[in-house]
């Protein structure tokens, strides 16, 4: 007399035509949905073949891992030499130790290849929620991480459409302050080399410039305003050029390069600040130690990101965050290259 074969996963996907994966999602209840029909199949053939499913595995699969996993995308190798980068880091750590989570971090630096990563991320139940920090992560995945109710938060920018939890400075705030700083100083030819509209931080940066000279008297000139269609990191030389090349030219500049800048500015024959003056919208540790150290804006990188990893936290255990957007200021670290005009 042969022994009954014990019913596996298997035998239950192949006596309801479906596979494996679909009836792990109805006996776990996700992370996909299953239609009604698909699912009435699955359930009777566990109940034809008395399928018992392994309760230990389902519990390991189903339990918090106390992990949060940091996403990076979009950064280039510069960017994990900079200690601004680090500072994200250390205050993710901080907050998610403080917590007793562990940190995990993934990286997808090929775009080509980004497509479904993060909700990859999400089914392999790695990490109990994820810190997304990244310019080309794809706006359609962050929001779809949310609507699928994976806690999740971008750190460093909010997508312009959808929805989403983030954390970032406080863009808008820091144009304007620097623009006012530029004004109060003297200058009233205040060219802005911008970063692309479709990024958060490119629309409120110029929100907050045109702000200033609003508030000021001073005509908005889209002449000494140079706005790229697609990301771009560096200004071109083409680019500063066009501004300099005005019948009227900037007496000085914002942006968030200023390195780059200040060095193409003197490439072009143009001394910072006797031609034009500076001021960096970011923060560069090593504007220090140019001639002259430049006006810079400084973020509260630690403190962006511990909020992050607390926002995700608090998604993880049910809380919903007071904001959709959680803004922080940012400081004018005032250097030589704007010194005020007699």
Known sequence: MSKKSIPTIRSV??????????????????????????????????????????????NLANRRTNTLGLVVAGLSESSFSRSSFFEY????????????????????????????????????????????LGSSIPDEE???????????????RALLEGSSYSVQEDYR???????????????????????A???????ERLEGYKQALRENGIPYDPGITSI??????DPSEEE??????????????????????LQTLRALGRRVPGDVALINLDEDENSRFSDPPLTFLRAPLFELGAAAAKTVIDLIHGDTPMAKTLVLPVELIHRDSCPRRE
């Open 197 to 203: 509209l479709r990024y958060s931080y490119g629309v």
């Open 228 to 233: 790229p269609d697609l990301a771009r990191d």
């Open 89 to 132: 880091v250390r205050g993710i750590s901080w907050a998610a130790e403080s917590a007793d989570y562990n940190l995990l971090l993934f990286g997808s630096h090929n775009r080509a290849k980004q497509a479904r990563f993060y909700q990859q991320i999400a089914r392999s139940r790695a990490v109990d929620g994820l810190v997304l």
């Open 142 to 156: 962050i929001a779809e991480l949310h609507d699928q109710g994976f806690p999740s938060v971008l750190l460093g």
């Open 173 to 195: 705030q820091g144009a304007y302050e620097a623009t006012r700083h530029l004004i109060g100083g003297g200058y009233h030819r205040i060219g802005f080399l911008g970063q």
């Open 13 to 58: 996907a192949k006596l309801a035509g479906v596979s494996t994966a679909t009836v792990s999602y109805v006996l776990n209840d996700g992370p996909r949905s299953v239609n009604e029909a698909t699912r009435n199949r699955v359930l009777q053939a566990i109940q034809e073949l008395e399928y018992q499913p392994n309760t230990a595995a389902r």
């Open 240 to 261: 500063i050029g066009i501004l300099l090349s005005r019948d009227v030219p900037p007496d000085a500049i914002l942006t968030d390069r200023g390195m780059c800048v």
